[in-house]
């Protein structure tokens, strides 16, 4: 069956931006000068996705407004001659594969996901957290239907994280198969380090099987309090085949302001409007603290952003 739907989670606090995000969504912050939530909206879009759900919460309505038509600041800018900015502007509004779903209460991603049931109903659907933002050749979500279309099971992007971060991940024990493709044999969230069963980490990106929602209506809180995905992936092992995907790319972790400031970097860097300036003012930067080091180029502030 074909991937059709995604569901994109925003329905979070944001906490980790906080005082920036007491009165706008963490969502709506810019990486460059689109708001975080564009890009995965985007990379959906890339991988033939026909329905997106964004699961929004209290205060987020600016993240609806962003994808919605403004006719008159599409009128000002045709008045004005711009029409870059208003092609731009216009096609984010022209997207009518958006609805959204509001999260009552934040009792975690996987309550979070159980919002969705009826908008996704008896079919597969992609999974993203836009807090992960994946710079790559072929979309990470596409990768990941591919993957299902072999499997015709779950599939979650993982990673290998550092030591010192595995307990920021849902981390799977894993069996290699072949190549990118592993079997997870068991998974827990956000393990200590010392009891990982792995360094390989879950990343925001999913292909899941319906059957997730009735394994999450079973799933009682668990990190934190709260009712988790990776829980509720693992209640529905002993039913069915679980598969985590080494996805092709590099993924920046968006979802603190360190983070969110080295993609930015990264990003900079590979963008001809900015990269020339940019690079020199680094240097600069550099050449006062090291005197004798060389220039910073996007490779270097891409591995630099890997958390
Ligand atoms: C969520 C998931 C976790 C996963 C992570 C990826 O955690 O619960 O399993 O590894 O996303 O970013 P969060 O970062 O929302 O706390």
Redesign the pocket.
């Known amino acids: 069956m074909k991937i059709r739907k995604a569901v994109i989670t925003a329905a ?1 606090w944001g906490t980790r931006f906080l005082p920036a995000t007491k009165a706008q969504p963490k969502e709506m912050l810019p990486l460059l000068n689109k708001p975080i939530i564009q890009y995965a909206v985007e990379e959906a879009i890339a991988s033939d996705i026909e329905q997106i759900v964004i699961i929004t919460a209290m205060g987020k309505h600016s993240v609806e407004d962003h994808f919605d038509r403004s006719f008159e600041l599409e009128h000002v800018l045709q008045e004005k001659g711009m029409s870059d900015a208003l092609e731009e502007v216009s096609s984010i509004g022209n997207s009518s594969k958006i609805c959204y779903v509001r999260q009552r209460e934040q009792l ?2 996987g309550h979070a996901v159980l919002t969705v049931q009826d908008f996704v109903g008896n079919e597969p659907f992609a999974l993203l ?1 836009p ?2 933002v994946v710079r790559s050749e072929v979309p990470v979500t596409r990768q990941l239907i591919k993957a299902f279309e072999q499997r015709r099971s779950s599939i979650l992007a993982i990673e290998e994280v550092p030591e010192e971060r595995v307990s ?4 799977i024990k894993p069996r290699q198969l072949n190549g990118r493709l592993y079997q997870v044999l068991g998974m827990v ?2 393990p200590d380090a010392c009891r990982a069963p792995s360094r390989l ?4 990106r999913y292909v899941l099987t319906p059957e997730i929602f009735p394994a999450l209506e079973q799933t009682l809180p668990g ?1 934190g309090g709260e009712i ?3 829980d509720g992936l693992s209640n529905l092992l002993p039913d069915q085949q679980i598969f985590g995907y080494k996805f092709e790319g590099i993924r920046y ?1 968006v ?1 603190t302001p360190l983070g969110l400031l080295k993609a930015s970097l990264a990003f900079a860097l590979e963008d001809p409007k900015m990269a020339g300036e940019l690079r020199e003012y680094l240097t600069g930067l550099n050449l006062y603290a090291h005197p004798t080091s060389v220039s910073l180029d996007a490779k270097d502030l891409a591995r630099l952003s890997v958390s």
């Open positions: 979070g975690g991603l957290l807090d992960d920021s991940y849902g981390i969230e956000k980490g879950i990343v925001g990190k988790q995905l990776t972790d979802g």
